[in-house]
């Protein structure tokens, strides 16, 4: 996704999940794991995949910063996603996405 709010906004209104798993670095993690439970999936779970600390993570430590505040901000609001497109529900089987 273009971000983590439209990655979450998309999930739910394009593939309509109700359930979420979420894996990714712990500094991204409470973001999205917020995300999601402010835009109302029925069940949130977060896994931290972070391992160790990666060279040059000051730098995404300081972006969550500024993206911590703009996520605020759209969980308020919650604007559509700018990329949408036909639903897709993931219950079903995945020929459905085959030209």
């Known amino acids: ?3 983590t709010y439209e990655s979450v906004y998309r999930a739910e ?8 798993v979420i894996v990714s670095q712990r500094y991204h993690l409470y973001r999205a794991v917020y995300i999601s ?6 069940r949130v779970v977060g896994a931290d ?13 300081l972006r969550e910063v500024f993206a911590r505040e703009k996520d605020f ?3 308020i609001f919650k604007p ?20």
């Open 37 to 42: 439970k402010s835009l109302n999936f029925e």
């Open 13 to 20: 209104n394009i593939f309509l999940v109700k359930r979420l």
């Open 73 to 75: 901000f759209q969980t």
């Open 80 to 99: 559509e996603s700018t990329v949408l497109g036909e639903q897709v529900p993931l219950n079903q089987s995945g020929d459905v996405t085959n030209d």
């Open 1 to 3: 996704g273009f971000s």
């Open 49 to 61: 995949a972070t391992l160790y600390r990666m060279y040059g993570q000051t730098v995404r430590d």
